[in-house]
């Protein structure tokens, strides 16, 4: 068998090409895609908690910081339900209006992220809660470090309990 003459099945087509096809006569208006599914995101949102990292080795965070990431969610009485974790090394086109646009971002919470890197037209301290545009912003250092701190800790807490009414 030659490599030009490979036939495909119309049902391999079919799993090959599964969400880019698209049936023509279907009478049904065709949906507008998840305008969330442009992210690649961690948790499903339901609070619209969105919490930015900055990771290079895997596609949101390794073990050990998602999991000290859970216990700070679950301090604040939140879960993975609640939130969506976005890593900006994998999402290059994350930016402050697609975070209030396309992710309806109430509370973001930035860690190792700058204002900058998402296009935020406001510079802020870490650690200071900052409102802006009808949403609350946090910038903290990078989850590595925070667990590693006890003050870097205490300065996180103080701002969650007051982002979260805690």
Request: glycine share 2%; charged share 20%.
């Amino acid at each position: 068998m030659n490599i030009d003459n490979i036939q495909l099945t119309p049902f391999l087509i079919q799993e090959l090409f599964k969400n880019s096809l698209v049936e023509s006569d279907s009478p049904e208006p065709v949906k507008k895609r998840d305008a969330a599914a442009s992210f690649a995101i961690l948790g499903h949102n339901r609070k619209k908690i969105i919490i930015l990292v900055a990771n290079d080795e895997t596609l949101y965070l390794p073990d050990e910081q998602l999991n000290f990431l859970l216990g700070i969610l679950s301090a604040c009485s939140l879960t993975m339900e609640d939130v969506a974790i976005i890593n900006t090394r994998k999402n290059k086109n994350i930016t402050y209006k697609a975070i209030e646009q396309e992710l309806k971002g109430e509370k973001v919470i930035l860690f190792g992220v700058t204002p900058a890197q998402i296009n935020l037209p406001i510079e802020f301290p870490q650690y200071q809660v900052q409102a802006f545009n009808s949403q609350t912003y946090l910038t903290a250092a990078m989850l590595s470090e925070i667990q590693e701190n006890k003050a870097e800790k205490a300065k996180l807490w103080n701002c969650l309990k007051q982002i979260f009414s805690i």
